[in-house]
């Protein structure tokens, strides 16, 4: 039996968690994290499982009293970045879903995952075919260089560029090769027009009520393009990853950045 607490246990894909738990047998809720409910029980929230497990504000109070295997986080970036920490902190394997994390807090949590010889899982998307559709667009780069990523999500979505259109461009970085992409005097007459820019590549980052989470990755040729695409319709697409990831997650020893390094 796997211990677990979630972290955002209202929220869409918290929620979502909680139903993971509900129906996976070596899955226990022990307890859950948020910014309300202090001390009330999981099944008195309207609309979540019926969990006896406890709710904590203090994420430090429910590490400490529940001392659970796992704490999975899908939260907001400053709240998933402390939340990570402490789990590391107390010897708990975090695995976390929240996004929005820069390059110094990633660096910073895998020294902490590594000196406390802790596995952690941090993947920016848990959709199995998002995975593939970033290590496609990874194997596409090498034949062409010209690419840019349009992703596309609901309304409510605080971090932009996406975590999975951020960590796609650093798939494709590390194959691409050194690339000046479009007209060396082109000029945005609206600033933005281009996007954001990693290591060169354009991210066009669309918010729509109606989406959910969708990314294509288009590459351009001498007459032809390749386009990439992935759509989650449902946030149990990105179930089967938790679950994998809250299975693996005590194997492992430090940081694992990305579900394809759990990936067969
Ligand atoms: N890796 C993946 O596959 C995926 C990652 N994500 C990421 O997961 C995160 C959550 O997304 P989503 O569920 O859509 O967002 P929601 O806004 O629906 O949920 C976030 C939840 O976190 C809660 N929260 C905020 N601050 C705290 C805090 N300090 N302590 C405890 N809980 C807190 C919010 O509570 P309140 O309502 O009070 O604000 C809310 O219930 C995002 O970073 C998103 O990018 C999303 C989908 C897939
Ligand atoms: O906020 C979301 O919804 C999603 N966030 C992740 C991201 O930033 O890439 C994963 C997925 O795209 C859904």
């Given at each position: 039996?796997?211990?677990?607490?979630?972290?955002?246990?209202?929220?869409?894909?918290?929620?979502?968690?909680?139903?993971?738990?509900?129906?996976?047998?070596?899955f226990?809720?022990?307890?859950?994290?948020?910014?309300?409910?202090?001390?009330?029980?999981?099944?008195?929230?309207?609309?979540?499982?019926?969990?006896?497990?406890?709710i904590?504000?203090?994420?430090?109070?429910a590490?400490?009293?529940?001392?659970?295997?796992?704490?999975?986080?899908?939260?907001?970036?400053?709240?998933?970045?402390?939340?990570?920490?402490?789990?590391?902190?107390?010897n708990?394997?975090?695995?976390?879903?929240?996004?929005?994390?820069?390059?110094?807090?990633l660096?910073m949590?895998?020294?902490?995952?590594e000196?406390k010889?802790?596995?952690?899982?941090?993947?920016?998307?848990?959709?199995?075919?998002?995975?593939?559709m970033?290590?496609?667009?990874?194997?596409?780069a090498?034949?062409?260089?010209?690419?840019?990523?349009?992703?596309?999500?609901?309304?409510?979505?605080?971090?932009?560029?996406?975590?999975?259109?951020?960590?796609?461009?650093?798939?494709i970085?590390?194959?691409?090769?050194?690339?000046?992409?479009?007209?060396?005097?082109?000029?945005?007459?609206?600033?933005?027009?281009?996007?954001?820019?990693?290591?060169?590549?354009?991210?066009?980052?669309?918010r729509?009520?109606?989406?959910i989470?969708?990314?294509?990755?288009?590459?351009?040729?001498t007459?032809?393009?390749?386009?990439?695409?992935h759509?989650?319709?449902?946030?149990?697409?990105?179930m089967?990853?938790?679950?994998?990831?809250?299975e693996?997650?005590r194997?492992?020893?430090?940081?694992?950045?990305?579900l394809?390094?759990?990936?067969?």
């Amino acid at each position: 039996m796997i211990k677990i607490i979630v972290a955002g246990p209202r929220g869409k894909m918290g929620s979502e968690a909680l139903r993971l738990i509900e129906k996976t047998d070596h899955f226990e809720l022990v307890g859950a994290i948020d910014r309300k409910y202090n001390g009330r029980k999981v099944k008195e929230i309207t609309g979540l499982p019926p969990f006896d497990a406890p709710i904590y504000t203090s994420a430090e109070q429910a590490l400490h009293e529940l001392e659970p295997d796992v704490l999975i986080d899908l939260t907001t970036p400053d709240a998933g970045y402390y939340h990570t920490r402490l789990a590391l902190e107390n010897n708990v394997s975090p695995v976390v879903g929240t996004t929005g994390f820069s390059q110094e807090q990633l660096n910073m949590l895998g020294h902490l995952a590594e000196e406390k010889e802790i596995g952690a899982v941090i993947a920016p998307n848990f959709a199995v075919g998002a995975v593939l559709m970033m290590q496609f667009a990874r194997w596409a780069a090498r034949y062409f260089p010209d690419v840019e990523i349009i992703e596309k999500h609901h309304d409510q979505k605080l971090d932009a560029p996406s975590g999975t259109a951020v960590k796609t461009a650093e798939l494709i970085q590390e194959v691409r090769s050194e690339k000046q992409q479009g007209h060396p005097d082109e000029k945005e007459i609206v600033k933005g027009s281009r996007g954001a820019n990693i290591h060169g590549m354009h991210i066009h980052s669309v918010r729509l009520p109606g989406l959910i989470a969708h990314q294509e990755v288009i590459f351009g040729g001498t007459g032809q393009t390749l386009t990439i695409r992935h759509d989650s319709y449902h946030r149990e697409s990105f179930m089967t990853g938790v679950k994998l990831a809250v299975e693996q997650v005590r194997k492992l020893n430090g940081l694992v950045y990305g579900l394809e390094n759990l990936l067969e």
